[in-house]
C-alpha cells in the first residue's frame, strides 16, 4: 500500500492507534503515524475496508452528534438507553 513509504509499526502501536480511532480519536493514530503523512492516510483506508462495520457506525455516531446540546441520548431497540 506506502511502498517505499512503507513503516514498521509494533502491534501494540498498532493495537492502540485501531482501538481508540473506533472510539472517534483521532489524536493517537496521528502520534503513531504522523499527521496527514502517507502512513496515516493508509491506515485510514485499511481501517474503512477492514473494519467496514465498526467504521460505518462509527461515522453514523458522529455526524449524529449535536453540539448544541449539553448531552446527546437515544435509546436502541432493546430498550438501552445511550
Known sequence: LLGNDAI???RKDAKQAIMTSLYGSK???KEIFGDKSP?????YE??????KGAYR???VLISAWDNKKD???WVLPDG???
Do not use: G, M, Q
Not at 39 to 43: C, D, L, Q, V
Open 39 to 43: 502512513a496515516y492516510n493508509a491506515f
Open 57 to 59: 457506525l462509527l461515522n
Open 46 to 51: 485499511v481501517l474503512e475496508d477492514k473494519c
Open 80 to 82: 438501552f438507553n445511550a
Open 8 to 10: 514498521t509499526i509494533e
Open 27 to 29: 489524536a493517537k493514530p
Open 71 to 73: 448531552f446527546n441520548h
